[in-house]
């Protein structure tokens, strides 16, 4: 992959230790995060909940703005289940397509009768390709796919796909370095925030 994917990898806090740069396949799987990703939205309310948290620290806020920040960022930036509108980072095989597989074995049926890869088949010149199931996420589409057969490896496409149309509707999201660009750092977030402090005057 390109290096300046990986690099915002590290900087939304994945960790890159482990990519080789053998294959993408290997150096996908071998990416871990510790925290969860932010789509980045109104910046009136940049992750949900957000506002009612500062309001519940006004008063560390004034007491310690360091303090205030950390425990921000601790209480957002984890693997937390609570709704604030994340995506999850999975890095997971998928093979639908290989017989013999626990993919194939629950979808071949599935796949034959409703899948409709069109959107797939305009990037990937691969009739049967294997997925890396990059993110998921509680918005729509929840699920976001690679193909390892990808023309492009070093800035393959992201397709997108929904659990209640299951590759049936797939849409083309881009390149893999764009959509990396749609995840807020905390260093982004910070800066929102920080603005947004700003002008409720909370410093003054």
Known sequence: MKLEI?????ELGGNI???RGNSLKEDLLS??????LYPKRDITEPI???SKFMNENIEVFRSDEKAFYTKMLDTF?????????????KGELFTPFKEGSKDFNEWQDIF???ANLETIYEIVDDPKPDFILLFY?????????ICLSDPNPENPTVFGTDHEEFFEDITNRGSLEDFLQDFMTKDELL?????KIEKMGWGK
Not at 77 to 89: A, M, R
């Open 77 to 89: 930036f984890c693997l937390t289940e609570k709704g604030h509108g994340q995506d999850f980072w």
């Open 17 to 19: 230790d482990n990519v």
């Open 48 to 50: 949900y909940g957000i």
């Open 191 to 195: 800066k929102i925030v920080k603005k």
């Open 112 to 114: 034959e009768e409703y």
């Open 31 to 36: 990416i871990h995060f510790d925290t969860v």
């Open 6 to 10: 990986l690099n915002r990898i590290k």
């Open 137 to 145: 996420s509680y918005g729509f589409p929840d699920h976001y796919y």
